[in-house]
Nanobody, 128 residues
Framework: QVQVVESGGGLVQAGGSLRLSCAAS????????MGWFRQAPGEDREFVAG????????FYADFVKGRFTISRDNTKPTVFLQMNSLEPEDSAVYYC?????????????????????WGQGTQVTVSS
C-alpha cells in the first residue's frame, strides 16, 4: 500500500511559479513510477509529468514545453513539480499518483489507468 499527499497549490498570476509537493509513504515506493496529472472542470484528467523513482528518469507531456520540472527527494521521500511561466490554461486540480511496484526496464506510463494510488489533489489557479 502506498499513500500520497499533495500540497503547494494556490493562486498565482500568469507568468508566475508554483512548486507542488507529493509526500509518499508506504511499502516499496522506491520501485514505482510517480506521476503528476491535472484535471480542469469539464475536462478529462491528463498526464503532466512522471519520474521513475528507481533511476530518476523523467518524462513530460508535450504541453509542458520545458516550463515544468519533476524531481524527487529520496530522503523525505517527496516528489516535486516545479511549474514556471504559468498560464491561465494551467489552472486545474493537480493530482499525484503512484504505479504498482515495477521491476522491469524503462517504464514511462502516461495513462491514468496505469497508476494505482492517487492523492486527493491540490488546486492551482492562474489568473490572467
Amino acid at each position: 500500500q502506498v499513500q500520497v499527499v499533495e500540497s503547494g497549490g494556490g493562486l498565482v498570476q500568469a507568468g508566475g511559479s508554483l512548486r507542488l509537493s507529493c509526500a509518499a509513504s508506504g511499502r516499496t515506493f522506491s520501485t514505482r513510477v510517480m506521476g503528476w496529472f491535472r484535471q480542469a472542470p469539464g475536462e478529462d484528467r491528463e498526464f503532466v509529468a512522471g519520474i521513475d523513482w528507481r533511476g530518476g528518469s523523467t518524462f513530460y507531456a508535450d504541453f509542458v514545453k520545458g516550463r515544468f520540472t519533476i524531481s524527487r527527494d529520496n530522503t523525505k521521500p517527496t516528489v516535486f513539480l516545479q511549474m514556471n511561466s504559468l498560464e491561465p490554461e494551467d489552472s486545474a486540480v493537480y493530482y499525484c499518483a503512484a504505479t504498482s511496484a515495477y521491476y522491469g526496464g524503462t517504464y514511462s506510463p502516461t495513462q491514468s489507468n496505469e497508476y494505482m494510488y492517487w492523492g486527493q489533489g491540490t488546486q492551482v489557479t492562474v489568473s490572467s
